[in-house]
């Protein structure tokens, strides 16, 4: 009998064990990807990049002689429904860490057990699943150095080629027209502006990895928090949607690294904050909705999405680096790590606005969307996660531009009104924006949502009140 192979955030033929080990078997594979309950909650642009990395991977299923087949509805309904169609006994999938997957695939793995079908789930999305690796007393790690230090020696399995072929069933069931289900529609920004940034499925993944290792990887621990220089790897993309497996860029990572490149050891601990953030979200679910640290619950963060909120969506604060950072995530759908850091110090600190909001617009807008690292960035920035930055520690945007945007080729790259002839990628801003925001190249340059003096002692003023 046939395995369905589920598909979720893997969509990659190499470095995939569950794949390798149905293409192992010697049985008809039937993968599947479900437009699931998961999925519908997905915000715009990770719903948007989710489609296209479907349908990108149906060509490379189609290339090695398979198919993907596409459904949509409840994961369990629509598993058992095509187990019934296509007589499989076994539906394996690549286990994932956050919490509303977690109760998903609990549901489905114990229902369609009891059923009789062998439902299993592997590993694939990290290099250490969140019970292997432990504290010295035994318990999970709420730092991330000590966890760098636990793992950095590791012995990493290499990853499985891609499967030359995979059988098919004597029959394919029907499958979805991918289509129908629209999922450009929630996007009101238009997918085309994100489509012109995007680095779509696991042949540019590969070239992606390829090029940051030969051309970047020496200069990327001197040049990677500066926005306007294209010094970091921007695999973030790919591996929110397993484009690229995890084990793949260890290796890569480790070869640079015993090759004495500069940079490798730097990349590859960045690699390793991508794992602690799965190891917290599988260990304190609560991190994506609640404070870490429960004594900031108290804290007088304003939850009101008001007119303050709505410029610094739109990148309208009158602060230029926040702006541009703001308006490469619109436009781009990604941000520059250091952006990520100043946008949400700022909302979180000088604006006193809840890292939530913030979260949530970073889950509606980003291509790299993953529940995992935007849990634990925001936490950070807001100082209530573990680890985190110290409250008290306020990004100044004016002194961060003089430093990592001295030329200010990265604001005016993106905030037109400050430069004499804006950019493309300025411009793509106003293509961007919904009609409902009314904004036009004309507009002049807004004064600042909070003036950064007044709005850092007031932060510290509420923070020094809390102790
Ligand atoms: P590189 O510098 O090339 O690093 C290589 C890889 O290491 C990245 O692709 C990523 O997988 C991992 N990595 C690097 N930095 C971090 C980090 N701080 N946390 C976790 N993993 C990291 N990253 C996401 O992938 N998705 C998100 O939704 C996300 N939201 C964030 C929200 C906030 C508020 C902050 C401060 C950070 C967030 N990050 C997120 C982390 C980080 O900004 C991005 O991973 C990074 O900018 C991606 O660029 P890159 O691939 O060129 O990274």
Redesign the pocket.
């Known amino acids: 009998p046939p395995i369905l192979l589920w598909f979720r955030r893997d969509f990659r033929l190499s470095d995939h064990p569950a794949l390798a080990e149905a293409a192992r078997q010697g049985r008809p594979v039937i993968p599947v990807c479900i437009l699931d309950e998961v999925v519908e909650g997905y915000g715009a642009a990770p719903k948007w990049r989710w489609g296209e990395a479907v349908a990108q991977f149906s060509k490379s299923l189609e290339a090695i002689g398979s198919r993907l087949i596409l459904r949509r509805g409840r994961a369990l309904d629509v598993l058992q429904k095509l187990a019934k169609e296509t007589g499989a006994s076994d539906v394996w999938w690549t286990r994932a860490y956050d919490p509303e997957a977690i109760a998903r695939d609990t549901d489905v793995k114990s229902t369609l057990r009891q059923s009789g079908i062998d439902a299993r789930s592997f590993s694939g999305h990290v290099l250490f699943e969140p019970w292997t690796v432990t504290t010295k007393a035994g318990g999970f790690f709420k730092v991330y150095s000590p966890m760098w230090r636990a793992v950095r020696g590791l012995d990493i399995p290499l990853p499985d080629p891609a499967p030359r072929g995979l059988m098919p069933p004597a029959d394919w069931p029907t499958s979805d027209d991918q289509q129908d289900w629209a999922l450009e529609a929630a996007m009101n920004r238009g997918a085309g502006v994100l489509a012109q940034f995007a680095c779509i499925g696991e042949e540019s993944a590969h070239d992606r990895l390829t090029t940051?290792l030969e051309a970047r990887v020496d200069d990327?621990a001197k040049n990677?928090d500066f926005p306007a220089i294209d010094a970091?790897?921007?695999?973030?993309?790919n591996?929110?949607w397993g484009e690229i497996g995890p084990r793949t860029i260890w290796h890569a990572g480790q070869r640079v690294l015993q090759e004495g490149r500069p940079g490798a050891e730097k990349?590859l601990k960045?690699?390793v904050?991508?794992e602690?953030?799965y190891h917290l979200i599988f260990h304190t679910p609560h991190i994506t909705a609640k404070n870490w640290r429960p004594e900031w619950d108290s804290f007088p963060w304003s939850e009101t999405e008001d007119g303050d909120v709505l410029r610094w969506k739109q990148g309208r604060t009158g602060i230029p680096l926040v702006d541009a950072a703001m308006r490469e995530l619109y436009v781009t759908g990604?941000?520059?790590?250091r952006g990520?850091?100043i946008v949400?110090s700022y909302l979180t600190k000088h604006m006193m606005t809840h890292w939530r909001i913030?979260l949530n617009w970073?889950e509606d807008c980003?291509i790299?969307?993953?529940p995992a690292?935007?849990a634990?960035?925001?936490q950070?920035?807001a100082g209530s996660g573990p680890d985190a930055a110290p409250y008290f520690r306020v990004f100044n945007p004016v002194t961060q531009a003089d430093k990592f945007d001295a030329g200010r080729t990265y604001i005016n790259d993106y905030v037109g009104e400050l430069s004499p002839s804006p950019s493309d990628r300025a411009l793509a801003f106003y293509q961007a924006c919904p009609r409902s925001w009314a904004l036009t190249p004309d507009d002049p340059y807004p004064a600042p949502v909070v003036n950064l003096a007044v709005g850092r002692a007031r932060a510290l003023e509420a923070y020094a009140a809390r102790e």
Do not use: I
């Open positions: 940051f990327y990677r970091t790897s921007r695999l973030s993309e591996l929110a990349f960045e690699v904050w991508r602690f953030a990604t941000m520059h790590n990520r850091m949400g913030g970073f980003l790299d969307w993953d690292a935007n634990m960035g925001w950070w920035v």
